[in-house]
């Protein structure tokens, strides 16, 4: 079903957890659709320094979220907001026809704590 | 490699290697088709009558009242076609539940469409069906009532000897879809009043790809494949040689050994369940305390999704199933765990272990050792849990 | 014991050994539901998607356009039925021929019964369908031309190239019940425009209870057994896994064996069929003397009756199958050999050899010695037969 | 299929043949129906004294006859007349419920055959 990637990032996903002191803070997806994506980044000179995420939701959705806060930690804003889902995908090495919607939240999740960044830094 | 340890028998059983080696020569040795006259097809029309025999006598019947098909849904897409196209000058509306298997469901919508019209019934938060709900919803237009002996997510058992008195008594057929229940329950179509039933091999150790649809001598069905004139022009195609004489077999053997599958089987289903209670928290029971199948145990585990769950499982070695959209590419998590009542969060956190004749308590314990941690693992990375800690459930 | 020598390879073969042999794991090892996301399940699912391939390649389909069934008349009741209805809309009218087997012939008779109308094709004395006839019985309500490839009886093939342009040409389904020409003929489901195709395991070495239906990408069909979502949501019920696998090995098999196939029984065929013109006097051929299965010989020997032919060949140790009522129980004997413009007692009188990989040489010249004694023998007993010798001919 | 008796009456069937110069003839059955039994029967003082029969048909119509022509042979004409199929049935230990017609037709042959000779005697 999924690759050995996908369930490596699944088995030890990099940034776990929560940032106590976050500047922005994002959580998309809904509990009926059985994922839910919280995502924590600490942002110096617009980069992110840092980023962990939570994850509710299938093995695909952590490997996404994973993956996404490795493609983007370290980039700037502006970067982190041009990724796409299919970069998700393809860093994931594929992922099945029905967990596409997994690479979307991630993509959806970033953006949105960068937004939140956006709008308490206004 | 890591122990396996195979918890899904609800899904799909291995084939008993009795009934294997039953089944084997009717493959290249007495391969014959049983409807040719020759030495090949008596030998092979023999080894049919005694599958039915064996069939017959596990549900109290006739053997001219049992048919075999190609699967349990095929029994179910017959029965219910079957009945509904043989009877709609008699009335359009059909009785089943919001839990029955989608062989029974989406066979219902498709009819639903063509004119019939269906009652839905609502279960209580066990799963059990409201037999005073079902007298009500009784029309003059009733010709058929379907309600499954027993879920094969929760477990619960119906109470389907009432439910075939009250059909008996208003004249309207009984079709139940004893699928999970076979084999886990002792079934006597006469003393519950059950006008047909279907069973499938592939869950009571025999072949994945064969089933059973007993049918009441007398009853008013249609054919549901035609062709040639198989099963007594009831059912057409050629027979599954082999398959019909390993469900046999199976059937001889579940029902030899039913007082202590369902003996041994509760025993450690129990010691599950009471497991899973004791070493993890927030963790809830679905399908009925008492009126459960003996090999069923299915657990909603709050603030984890099940595929994480399972895929978990898998690299421990362990195969279990769960309720949870994800593992069928939906959004929307098993119908019945909605149907009992459970919000989405809570049914996509399901977990079902099937146990089966093979299981032993070395598994039991094997599973009651990997789970938590798994649990805690995955609890760890999850909002939902951290909200929950952090006193904002917005569950 | 006397020899066993099996000449009805058209009702049903043995499993080949290697298939056998990729399917035992798959019973109680590999036994895992593909649906199933743990790896027991993954191990399944790989094997179907294999299995899949296999029937794909053969057919020059596509993977997404083959579906396993229950049996080659699962496939036609599939193909006809679920055509009918999804394009009820656009017409009620269906053709087909007099020499269809049951499972067409029927399911057609079934259809009539709801609305739709019918047209069944005469053949020629060889039983070919005549593609002019066919042009003619087109209709603006024309949704389905169904002709089957090859005749199971009579063993005549028909010109699918043709009937598929013109069917599609006129934007009208075609379907064909290849249950018989598959492994005996070279199939490609575009180069001959099919648009349906059914196919059976236990015709080509394969297990019984197994079929595909070979549906074309975009072709609008209903299902015909609804539940769960196996096929791609086209064809409910837990997966034959064994067969599947098997079916798939058999495909790959028969078409790696095509050519030898038909030059070797085709040879033994004639071999037959010259010998039983030799040696029995009052014999015909009956089907096409050239656009014919490789495998089967349909003779009808003037004055006997069928099954005391086969009943006799039996005590020789010979399985055969005949065309006889007597057979079947019925009063008319097969509807084939009529069509084809028998006169009753001579269809009565015809015998069907149909030969397979496992037939040798010393298997014909062993038919040849045991049958003109036979046939000497009852007609020795027949009155139609001194009477014909008495001049008084009253047939 | 059928017993051991059917069978044997099948292979090594009684009584089949003609009669040159018989007193009575009579055949039952049609083509179409794939069965014809021709029955030939020789009497002396009200005796069937000799029986002979030709069929074309299923292994348990030969069967039939040829264990009618036992049943009747050296009985007088009164007492074949009684025979019925049952009892030809029973004689050969049962046929399957597809094949009792042919039992009847055998019933049906030596009444007829009787009434020809009767016909003929008038
Ligand atoms: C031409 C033809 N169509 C359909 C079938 C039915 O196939 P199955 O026996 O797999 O149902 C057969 C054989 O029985 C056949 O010969
Ligand atoms: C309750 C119930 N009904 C019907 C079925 C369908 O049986 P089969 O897989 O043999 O088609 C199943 C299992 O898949 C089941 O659990």
Redesign the pocket.
Known sequence: MYNEKVMEYFTNPRNVGEIEDADGIAEVGSPQCGDIMKVYIKVEDNIIKDIKFQTFGCASAIASSSMMTEMVKGKTLDEALKLTNREVVDALGGLPPAKIHCSVMAEDAIRAAIKDYMEKNK | MTRRVYLDNAATTPVHPKVLEEMLPYFTERFGNPSSIHSFGREAKQAIDKAREQVAKALGARTDEIFFTGSGTEADNWAIKGIAYANREKGNHIITTRIEHHAVLHTCEYLEQDGFEVTYLDVDEYGMVDTDKLKSAIKDTTILITVMFANNEIGTIQPVEEIGEIAKERGIYFHTDAVQAFGNVPIDVNKMNIDLLSMSGHKIMGPKGIGVLYIRKGVKIHNLIH??AQERKRR???ENLAYVVGLGKAVELAVENLDNHIHRLSGLRDRLIAGIMERIDFVKLNGHPEKRLPNNVNVSIEFVEGESLLLSLDMAGIAASSGSACTSGSLDPSHVLLAIGLPHETAHGSLRFSLGDGTTEEDIEYVLEQLPPIVDRLRAMSPLFSQYKGGKVNV
Do not use: D, I
């Open positions: 062709g040639g057409a195609g050629t």
